[in-house]
C-alpha cells in the first residue's frame, strides 16, 4: 500500500487524479421528501379551509333548494352537539325535478330534522301505531315495501341522503301510505336526544357502511356503544334486526350483539338469521347475490329490563 493511499492531507501524484466526489442521491419518485412541521400544518389548514368551503357552498345549496324551511336542512343539528367519530357520510347528488316537488310537499308534515331540541311524539306522529326506527334506507324502496306489507306498523326512516328523502315521500304518496316518516340527519342525536325510553317497538340497521379499511372500523355504527343507547330505547321484546354482505362486518355485529347483557339471539343455534320474509329483497342485495356475496341477518330481542 503507498504512503498516502489512506492519508487525505497528502497530495495526490499527477499520475493519480484526484477522484470526483460522489454525487448527492437523487430522491426518486418513490422517496418523496417528507414534509416538515411547517408543511404539514400548512397543508392541514388547507385541507380545513376546503372543508369549510364545501360545507358553505352544501349549506347555500340546501337553503337555496328549499329557501322558506319546507325541506330538509342541510345541517339540523348545527354546533349544538360535539363533533364525534360519525359512521355515515352524506352523499349529495342530484335531486330530480319529482323528488324535489316530494319533499316541498310532504315535508312539512311527513319529514323532520334532526336537531336535537325536543323529544317526539311518537305517539301522536303515527297516531298510536307501535313504531320502528330504519337507520338507512337509501332510495327508500325497501321501507316503502314493508310499509305497504305492514299498515299497522310505523316506520320513522332516517337518512342523510337527499334524493332518497324525496324518493321514499314519493314512494308513499303514490302508494298511499300514512305509515311512514322521514327523518333528515344523524341517528344516534335523534336516539339519544329525541326518542323517549322504551318508545320504539323495532330497531332495523340494513346494509349500514361496512368500513371495510380496518383504520376505519371504528366509524362502523354497530358497536358496544350504540348497542346500549339502542337498547335505552327499545321496548322489552323488542327486536334489533341488523343485515350486511360485508363478513367480517357481520362476524363483529354477532361478536358484539352475542356479548351485550340487553340483547339475546332470536336463533337457538346462536348464529344467523335466515332472511325474515318481511325484509324485501333490494336491488342491491340481488345484484351481490349474483356475484356470490353472503348477506347474514341478525335479529336480536331486547331483554326485559333488570328487576
Known sequence: MSENSENPTMPQSPEQPAAPAPAA??????????????????????EQAAAQERAARMHARGLRMFPDGTGPSPDPAGSHFERRIRSFQPRRSRVTTGQAEALKKWWPTRGLDIDGQRVLDLGEMFGGLPVVLEIGFGMGEATAQMAADDPATGILAVDVHTPGQGNLLGLAERNGLSNVRVANGDAIILLREMLAPDSLAGLRVYFPDPWPKARHHKRRLVQPEFL???ASRLAPGAVLHCATDWENYAEQMLEVLTA????????????????????????????????????????FRRVPHAG
Open 260 to 299: 351485550h347483557p340487553d340483547f339475546e339471539n332470536t336463533q337457538k343455534d346462536g348464529g344467523y338469521a335466515p332472511r325474515p320474509a318481511f325484509r324485501p329483497l333490494t336491488r342491491f342485495e340481488g345484484q351481490g347475490l349474483d356475484k356470490g356475496h353472503a348477506v347474514h341477518d341478525l335479529l
Open 25 to 46: 442521491p437523487q430522491r426518486t419518485a418513490e422517496q418523496p421528501e417528507a414534509p416538515g412541521p411547517s408543511q404539514t400544518a400548512a397543508r392541514r389548514t388547507a
Open 228 to 230: 346500549s343507547l339502542a
